[in-house]
């Protein structure tokens, strides 16, 4: 399976750049995709293949990256930010997704 | 507007069989993959399986031995059944609708526990 490697928390101030990694243990061409999940809340689909913005979502938010090497950025943060990043790719098979990245505000 | 909601058991026993579904609204599941996606405390989120547009089914190979996906278009409507249940199953079950590039709607999840 392809693992999808993101680093476990990160904490920013408000109004800052803050950039989250996924790196694939294979490559996944442009097939990556970013989720933000709050507590009690299902995912939200902020990016797809990899820099394109989902519907309705800030551009605040931006995703690039291909092959194995991908990157979230969230610039200016806001507090309404604090929650947990998922990466997942749906190029190989099984979909596999990251164990997530906590965001918390400074 | 697109709506999902997944209706299903709370509780189940060890060893019995999972039957959530999965009640959409605002769109053709005709026209959309279906996908369902579970996330337990051991492995986090986790892809299962998905059911196409033309009604054909894919599953994750951790449980195909296990899991069925299907569907009631006129009902509008996607089922998950899962056998022989283990505790580790133990989590909450999301469907989701595919846009092809990630998924872009999701239920709210239904939370399932396994115990006797």
């Known amino acids: 399976d392809t693992v999808l490697t993101q680093s476990p928390a990160l904490a920013v101030s408000p109004g800052e750049r803050v950039s989250i990694s996924c790196r694939a243990s294979?490559?996944?061409?442009?097939?990556m995709h970013w989720y933000q999940q709050k507590p009690g809340q299902q995912p939200k689909l902020l990016i797809y293949?990899?820099?394109n913005l989902a519907s309705g979502v800030p551009a605040r938010f931006s995703g690039s990256g291909s092959g194995t090497d991908f990157t979230l950025t969230i610039d200016p943060v806001e507090a309404d930010d604090t929650a947990t990043y998922f990466c997942?790719?749906?190029?190989?098979?099984?979909?596999?997704f990251g164990a997530g990245t906590k965001l918390e505000l400074k | 507007q697109v709506q999902l909601k997944e209706t299903g058991p709370g509780l189940v026993q060890p060893t019995q069989t999972l039957s959530i579904t999965c009640t959409v609204s605002?769109?053709?599941?005709?026209?959309?993959?279906m996908q369902w996606v579970r996330q337990t405390p051991g492995k986090g989120l986790e892809w299962m399986g998905f059911?196409?547009?033309?009604?054909?089914?894919e599953y994750n190979s951790e449980f195909k031995s296990r899991l069925s996906i299907s569907r009631d278009t006129s009902k509008n409507q996607v089922f998950l059944k899962m056998n022989s249940l283990k505790t580790e199953d133990t989590g909450v079950y999301y469907c989701?609708?595919?846009?092809?590039?990630?998924?872009?709607?999701w239920g709210q999840g239904v939370m399932v526990t396994v115990s006797s």
């Open positions: 989701a609708r595919d846009l092809n590039y990630g998924f872009d709607y």
């Open positions: 605002g769109f053709s599941l005709t026209s959309y993959y």
């Open positions: 059911i196409r547009s033309g009604g054909s089914t």
């Open positions: 294979e490559g996944v061409n442009s097939y």
């Open positions: 293949k990899a820099s």
């Open positions: 997942q790719q749906s190029w190989n098979d099984p979909y596999t």
